[in-house]
T-cell receptor, first 110, second 112 residues
Framework: QKEVEQNSGPLSVPEGAIASLNCTYS??????FFWYRQYSGKSPELIMS??SNGDKEDGRFTAQLNKASQYVSLLIRDSQPSDSATYLC??????????WGAGTKLIIKP | KAGVTQTPRYLIKTRGQQVTLSCSPI?????VSWYQQTPGQGLQFLFE???????NKGNFPGRFSGRQFSNSRSEMNVSTLELGDSALYLC???????????FGPGTRLTVT
């Protein structure tokens, strides 16, 4: 099992709908969790970090962390075509190294 | 506050040459991490520097090296370039080792 796993997609969502992105992780990476967005040809951009169980909201984005089930998710409400990108999930291990998922490609269809 | 800057942005080198890439972190950030990104391999961790010391190292050959200066600026060096080293090299900085990382625009290296 990979330490951080994401479905590679593509995940296709109609404009205005909720996009749900998921990430599971192993016992070795259970410190802090991060979601990044990466447009094609650009560098990753931090969307949100989450450290404790529950939900964290920032504008149209909500991160959810469930440590018992070892998953973290990102919900994007009112999806826009500009949200089309690859979403990377990362988890920090006990050595403060970020372990990365392979990313989920999200496509928002107008 | 200015973001992370990387120079050069684009580079073309010949196999066997060496290259040095530079990264200036966000002001006040003390940790700098380097990543290699290729279409097939995703984000691969190279190394992390904090207080001028390498704290973590990824699974890359010794041809890849780096250093950090007292002002937190960092450089990475790749010697004896191979075709497979063609990639986007990303630098990310964070305030402390356990905080969020912020990425620079990257240096796109092409080895011919």
């Amino acid at each position: 099992q990979k330490e951080v796993e994401q479905n590679s997609g593509p995940l296709s969502v109609p404009e205005g709908a909720i996009a749900s992105l998921n990430c599971t992780y192993s016992d070795r990476v259970s410190q802090s969790f991060f979601w990044y967005r990466q447009y094609s040809g650009k560098s990753p951009e931090l969307i949100m970090s989450i450290y404790s169980n529950g939900d964290k909201e920032d504008g149209r984005f909500t991160a959810q962390l469930n440590k018992a089930s070892q998953y973290v998710s990102l919900l994007i409400r009112d999806s826009q075509p500009s949200d089309s990108a690859t979403y990377l999930c990362a988890a920090m291990d006990s050595n403060y190294q970020l372990i990365w998922g392979a990313g989920t490609k999200l496509i928002i269809k107008p | 506050k200015a973001g992370v800057t990387q120079t050069p942005r684009y580079l073309i080198k010949t196999r066997g040459q060496q290259v040095t890439l530079s990264c200036s972190p966000i002001s006040g950030h003390r940790s700098v991490s380097w990543y290699q990104q290729t279409p097939g391999q995703g984000l691969q961790f190279l190394f992390e520097y904090f207080s001028e010391t390498q704290r973590n190292k990824g699974n890359f050959p010794g041809r890849f090296s780096g250093r950090q200066f007292s002002n937190s600026r960092s450089e990475m060096n790749v010697s004896t370039l191979e075709l497979g080293d063609s990639a986007l090299y990303l630098c990310a900085s964070s305030l402390e080792r356990f905080y969020e990382q912020y990425f620079g625009p990257g240096t796109r290296l092409t080895v011919t």
